[in-house]
């Protein structure tokens, strides 16, 4: 598989709602002021929607152009709409003026193949991806550009859009990919060249650690900040796997449910004390995580140290589910005086916190302020709950906005 990128020598400008300066290479490309002729565009489909690196705003591909929300309070921060401007994936730089955006769509003028890196600054594509193949997905990190195909990921130095690496997969029709985002560390997570397999690149370290995560293909997965805690599931979609990155090692497994699910998102809070999953099954779940890292909340609860570790757990021998002694813990069946003899159901721990949402529909989930849990669905829904981090239980809803209407318009 092959690509070509196109650029000239330049500064990027972060100035429009940005935080930070990048200087990067630019091009006029083919995506130029004039698309930018806003239509009647009538009624809006959602195409796509993906949070930025710190969960702060969210970004939206439609059928017409595409959208940039804050989370808290929520608003709309700009729009685009475009003749025959059809996104499906519109990737945010934490909150600078920098995306990437890939095409598609029956109307959509914009090649399916092609990732356009797009300065909304100076309302211009500042450099071309091009491929011969679909791009499943896009990320984008302070100093790279990661491109996804189906069978091979490209990695690119954002300061001049030259290849660093080449990295070859198991079939990825969903684009899985995850970076880290703390500048001292580099990772990069995929699936790997077997079923169930995830592999993890440190870059910085040259190391590459390959895990052999579950049985059935790899579904969905997420990164801590720092790349060194990883969450997978796998296409049945019962159990949330919690990885040391490092060496591989599992550091706690935990119950979604019973029956294959399609799990949609994960994410873990930024401290990685919870951890929030949402599926086709409607129900958001938020379960109590062991696992630490180094720093603050580590030398909180234990011995300071540098890699991630597993905190002592302690669970009730109850035969019903409770939530333990231990404030924040799972709810868990512990059976162990029968342990061997039954299935490994019976010593599952399951959500600490959920909620059903009241539609059936795809969200991506993830973690606002003071423990609460912001929803994004392709129905053009923006919720906002919270739940105790003392007694768990069912979460209470805070918000709940349809952002697609024309009310919601910037201003």
């Known amino acids: 598989m092959s690509s070509s990128v196109s650029a000239s020598q330049g500064f990027i400008s972060t100035s429009g709602f940005g935080a930070y300066d990048l200087a990067s290479s630019g091009t006029s490309g083919t995506f130029s002021l004039s698309d930018l002729e806003v239509n009647d565009v009538g009624d809006t489909e959602l195409l796509s929607a993906s949070w930025n690196q710190d969960y702060s705003c969210f970004a939206v591909g439609t059928n017409n152009g595409f959208r940039i929300y804050n989370c808290d309070p929520f608003k709309e921060t700009f729009r685009r709409d475009l003749k025959n401007g ?179 998102g994960i994410a873990f809070s930024p401290d990685a004390q919870w951890l929030a999953v949402s599926s086709d099954k409607g129900t958001i779940h938020i379960f109590s995580l062991r696992v630490r890292v180094g720093g603050e909340d580590a030398s909180a609860r234990s011995t300071p140290c540098q890699n991630p570790l597993l905190l002592p757990h302690t669970s009730s021998n109850s035969l019903e589910p409770l939530i333990s002694s231990d404030a924040g813990a799972n709810p868990s069946l512990s059976l162990s005086f029968m342990k061997g003899m039954l299935p490994k159901y019976f010593s599952s721990e399951w959500s600490f916190a959920r909620f059903h949402l009241p539609v059936t529909s795809r969200f991506i989930v993830a973690f606002g302020s003071h423990n609460t849990v912001i929803i994004v669905g392709f129905d053009g829904s923006f919720y906002r709950f919270s739940f105790d981090p003392i007694n768990g239980g069912g979460m209470s809803q805070m918000e709940h906005i349809r952002f697609l209407k024309a009310d919601f318009r910037a201003r």
Request: glycine letters at 6%.
């Open 86 to 264: 059809c996104f499906r994936m519109v990737e945010m730089l934490f909150r600078c003026n920098i995306l990437a955006l890939v095409g598609g769509g029956a109307n959509s003028q914009y090649s399916p193949n092609k990732v356009m890196i797009w300065d909304d600054h100076q309302s211009r594509c500042i450099g071309e991806f091009s491929f011969r193949s679909e791009v499943r997905a896009v990320k984008l990190r302070r100093d790279q550009i990661v491109v996804v195909l189906e069978h091979k990921i490209y990695v690119y130095n954002f300061m001049d859009l030259k290849l660093l690496h080449q990295i070859e997969t198991l079939s990825n029709p969903r684009g899985l990919c995850c970076l880290s985002h703390d500048m001292n560390t580099s990772v990069l997570v995929c699936p790997g060249r077997r079923r169930g397999e995830v592999r993890v690149e440190h870059f910085g370290l040259n190391l590459i650690k390959i895990i052999q995560a579950h049985e059935s293909h790899v579904a969905c997965f997420t990164l801590t900040m720092d790349g060194l805690i990883l969450a997978t599931a796998s296409t049945k979609g019962t159990l949330i796997r919690i990885f040391n990155t490092m060496d591989g090692t599992c550091l706690q497994e935990v119950r979604r449910g019973t029956e294959k699910a399609d799990i949609y």
